[in-house]
């Protein structure tokens, strides 16, 4: 879409929980704006995103460069300050810390470097300041999910990485989830964004990476793959073609 | 779920203040030996205890290192007033800063560890450090050093107590504002997601190392501070001060305490000092005893004393409680339970 240099740049990386190998050597490139990673249980897109943030486990080999710096081997706490943005699955909150906290414990110096501030977040989470006392668990799911969101906007991230982001929420909250989405991006964020529901991520990215066995399998467009059936009974399972139309 | 940081109430407040109230009456009230051997004492073995609770409960890390970094404050005070007869002023910063620097090489060791091994690491530390001291001549050897008289009005500890005791108590009250202060920043709720998950908080830009280095180091300043207070308190150091029973000493103070509120330190202290000094006389198995009391609070309440506290608290104000949730509820968010996710 942008003639820019690339993003995201991954190449070759693998990945190994003991002695399995879960990726083998996936490369892809991002330029701005956004991809959707598609696939089906256990293809490997959970791994993917913890490779790419540097979470072990899994041990992983092989080279990420955000805006041409090298992060492949650096703790994630680096690949963080470098400016990847990671919203796990699941939300992962903090069980002993309230919504405030969450956002006011992100590093000062993380904080500073950009436009996003514990005000902003709330600006754009106005639900959230309503509930700023109470703890994470007291979060309904899509309110955990802007709070997962936020707290990785607050390190002013040029990418954020998004681990299903509409797991577990009800078709209108995904509505405002994606709209958010469209928000950030028009705002210059990258978005990779691994989705199980292919409605959802066609409505998210024009692009979509099939994962199939630790492999990115077939790098096309969110209408292509929509009308291609065959393509979604081979690389999601029939399923998926309902529940992406539900959505 | 654990919160470290209890919320201050009303209540609590007016609880604290009365507390410390009675607390700066101990030297007008009771004997000076009350206040000499039993007051003073619980003052400065909370303060080491609640270093170690500071860094358990914020920072997930029982650290078995702290009684040897009380001893590290102490020995190098007792050392520079004793024989280089530096002021005691400039001795005792001396003294905290090698604690400190003591505690930020242990922390950046340990730091890297867990759990068991974390608690393996401190205890060698412990060990090395008790032999260290027992062995150099320098630092006296097996009788340690004797004289260390504070500067007037705190040299005579045994028959007027009260200026030093009242030393000790602002030294307490200080710690424990800067560790409930601490607990607050950005730093000390993200040495609390450390503790929660480290692999999450590394992902939102925490060096967790660094994060769990650093609270290490602070609490080894406590820990130094308390041991220059108990130097000046006994007037001497000596190896039998740090050895691995008082290791252990200390944790079952923090422990009886509760090692989730920092207030515990010092109740720990309180009804341990208590104990030590009355059943002593009364029975020669003081051991025993303590050792029964001890697992009778683990089992009873695992948050010790104050999470015994905290919880009788809780009872009483359970109505008002559960009027409140029921008020929540009702103006509950429009997403239904099913989306309700528990973390």
């Excluded at chain 1, 703790?75 to 300050?81: A, F, L, N, T």
Aim: charged residues 20%.
């Amino acid at each position: 879409m942008s003639s820019e240099a690339s993003m995201l740049e991954v190449d070759g990386l693998s990945a190994f929980y003991g002695e399995a190998r879960v990726l083998d050597e996936i490369s892809f490139t991002l330029h701005e704006g956004s991809a959707a990673i598609v696939g089906r249980n256990g293809m490997g897109k959970t791994t993917l995103c913890r490779a790419i943030m540097g979470i072990t486990p899994p041990d992983s080999e092989g080279s990420v460069l955000l805006d041409g710096r090298e992060l492949g081997g650096e703790p994630s706490y680096v690949i963080c300050s470098a400016g990847i943005g990671y919203v796990p699955q699941g939300r992962e909150l903090f069980p002993s810390l309230t919504t405030d906290e969450h956002l006011r414990m992100i590093g000062g110096r993380l904080v500073a470097r950009g436009r996003w501030d514990v005000d902003a977040v709330y600006g754009l989470f106005p639900q959230l300041a309503r509930r700023r006392r109470l703890s994470g668990a007291q979060l309904s799911g899509g309110e955990q999910q802007m709070l997962a969101i936020g707290r990785a906007l607050l390190t002013n991230p040029r990418l954020l990485l998004m681990d299903e982001p509409s797991e577990g929420l009800a078709p209108a909250i995904v509505d405002e989830l994606l709209e958010t989405c469209h928000r950030l991006r028009d705002e210059g964020i990258g978005l990779l964004v691994v989705e199980q529901n292919l409605g959802v991520a066609g409505r998210l990215a024009d692009r979509l990476l099939v994962m199939v066995s630790g492999r990115i399998e077939h790098d096309t467009h969110a209408a292509e793959l929509l009308e291609d059936e065959e393509a979604q009974r081979r690389y999601l399972g029939v399923e998926s073609m309902a529940t992406g139309e539900g959505a | 779920m654990i919160r470290y940081r209890g919320a201050w109430t009303v209540g609590t407040r007016v609880v604290l203040v009365l507390v410390l109230l009675a607390v700066a009456l101990v030297p007008a009230f009771f004997s000076t030996y009350f206040t000499g051997a039993v007051a003073l004492k619980v003052l400065w073995l909370g303060l080491a205890a609640a270093s170690l609770t500071f860094l358990s409960g914020q920072g997930g890390m029982v650290s078995l290192a702290q009684t040897a970094l009380f001893g590290v404050g102490g020995y190098i005070t007792a050392r520079l007033m004793v024989f280089e007869a530096m002021s005691p002023w400039l001795a005792a910063l001396i003294g905290v800063g090698a604690a400190t620097a003591a505690g930020l090489v242990v922390g950046s060791i340990a730091s890297g560890s867990r759990v068991i091994y974390f608690l393996m690491i401190t205890l060698a530390f412990a060990v090395v450090a008790y032999l260290f001291f027992s062995q150099v001549s320098t630092f006296g050897g097996h009788t340690g050093i004797n004289g260390v008289f504070a500067p007037a009005p705190l040299d005579n500890p045994t028959l007027k107590p009260t200026a030093v005791y009242y030393v000790c108590l602002a030294c307490c009250v200080v710690a424990y504002l800067l560790l409930r202060y601490v607990g607050r920043t950005p730093f000390g709720l993200a040495l609390q997601a450390v503790r929660d998950e480290p692999a999450r908080a590394n992902a939102l830009g925490f060096d967790v190392r660094l994060h769990r280095t650093l609270a290490f180091a602070l609490a080894a300043a406590i820990a130094g501070v308390a041991g220059v207070l108990a130097t000046w308190q006994t007037t001497r150091i000596s190896p039998g001060t740090i050895d691995v029973t008082r290791t252990i000493e200390l944790l079952v103070v923090a422990v009886i305490g509760g090692l989730y509120r920092l207030e515990g330190a010092w109740l720990g202290a309180f009804v341990y000092v208590l104990l030590d000094t009355y059943l002593r006389g009364l029975s020669g198995r003081f051991e025993t005893w303590i050792g029964i009391a001890f697992v009778a609070i683990v089992l009873l309440s695992p948050g010790g004393l104050a999470g015994l506290l905290a919880r009788i608290d809780e009872e009483v104000r359970r109505p008002e409680r559960k009027r409140r949730r029921r008020r929540r509820r009702r103006r509950a968010p429009r997403l239904g339970s099913a989306l309700r996710r528990t973390g």
